[in-house]
């Protein structure tokens, strides 16, 4: 397993971390969910047998469950809380009242310590928040954010599901303000969607912000079980939950090419999705979930892959993004600049 800095941090994390939306099964992301506590366990142990160290969790998936089953799991596993980094998320609804969501100081306040308790620790390694809140200040939150690293109960605070402005912005307020900086932005980056790098990658790199990526396979949609009439092969996370949205098209487009390489390398077409993205510079780790070991295993498995060149350049141009202004214009106008 490879480890890399998260961000401008000295903090390493393991180059695939385990997601844990699998677990548990209810409300809003029940049909993502499934797994049970002797499920879980197994695919927590699998994924540390593996050099895994990282694993990424939120309060809403499963309605507080999924965060109580990997603090289960840890228990269970007798893991030792300082071999792990363990992070989680704040933002969403968890109640009926006006003011149990959003990223204000009380709800991020009161969520902390619910996490605390459901995942059975004393601390957070890294708390985010799980998308931007139109109505909370920016300096309410960074504040809120920074007085939990300040008393110890996270170490660390990204952000997730933002726009670049927005995390510019975030990152500017505790920059002058000398508050706690988001040092990572999880978001949602794949072969079949790279809209990221149109204004967020850049950023990253030159804020030194580390990335970790969620659905790596579009929903599964890169996974190889789906043909492009929509008829499934094996069945599939889509089938319940079609989400994120993608551009089916250039999705299986991108499968076309992805088809003959995997069988022609004796793996997989998601391994090769993933392992393109392990590939990226400003990718620190990639998000993989799983409802059984055998997708687990298939999933690290990934970082292990290497391309051709030649490979490389077919992903690179099936894939690529249509250009976009300003992005053509910025490339014409620094041609006589570049060292």
Request: aromatic share 8%.
């Amino acid at each position: 397993m490879k480890y890399n800095l998260l961000g401008k941090t000295g903090l390493w994390v393991s180059e695939i971390c385990l997601g844990t939306m699998t677990f548990g099964a209810k409300g809003r992301f029940a049909a993502v969910g499934g797994v049970d506590q002797e499920g879980a366990d197994a695919l927590v142990r699998q994924a540390l047998d593996a050099g895994v160290n990282f694993i990424d969790t939120a309060n809403v998936y499963s309605e507080g469950i999924s965060e109580e089953m990997t603090g289960e799991a840890l228990k269970n596993l007798g893991v030792h809380r300082d071999d792990i980094i363990l992070a989680t998320k704040v933002r969403g609804k968890m109640g009926e009242k006006p003011n149990q969501k959003g990223l204000s100081r009380k709800h991020i306040i009161n969520q902390v310590e619910a996490s605390l308790k459901r995942l059975g620790t004393d601390y957070i390694d890294l708390y985010q928040i799980h998308s931007n809140d139109p109505i909370t200040p920016i300096d309410e939150t960074l504040r809120a954010l920074d007085d939990l690293v300040r008393t110890g109960k996270v170490r660390y605070i990204g952000a997730s599901n933002v726009a670049a402005w927005q995390l510019m912005k975030a990152l500017d307020y505790s920059y002058y303000n000398h508050l706690e900086r988001f040092n990572s932005l999880q978001a949602y980056y794949t072969l079949a969607g790279r809209d990221l790098e149109r204004e967020i990658i850049p950023l990253l790199k030159d804020q030194q912000v580390g990335l970790m990526v969620w659905s790596p396979l579009a929903g599964g949609l890169l996974s190889g079980k789906y043909d492009r009439d929509g008829d499934r092969k094996t069945g599939g996370r889509r089938d319940d939950f079609d989400f994120p949205p993608v551009n089916r098209e250039k999705a299986f487009n991108i499968i076309d090419v992805l088809r003959p390489m995997a069988k022609e390398n004796g793996v997989s077409i998601a391994q090769l999705a993933i392992a393109w993205l392990l590939k990226q510079e400003a990718v620190s780790t990639v998000i993989v979930g799983a409802k059984k070991q055998s997708q687990l295993e298939e999933n690290l498995n990934a970082s292990i892959i290497e391309f051709s060149k030649d490979d490389l350049e077919k992903l690179e141009k099936v894939s690529k993004l249509e250009r976009e202004y300003p992005g053509w214009m910025l490339d014409l106008t620094k041609q006589d600049r570049e060292l």
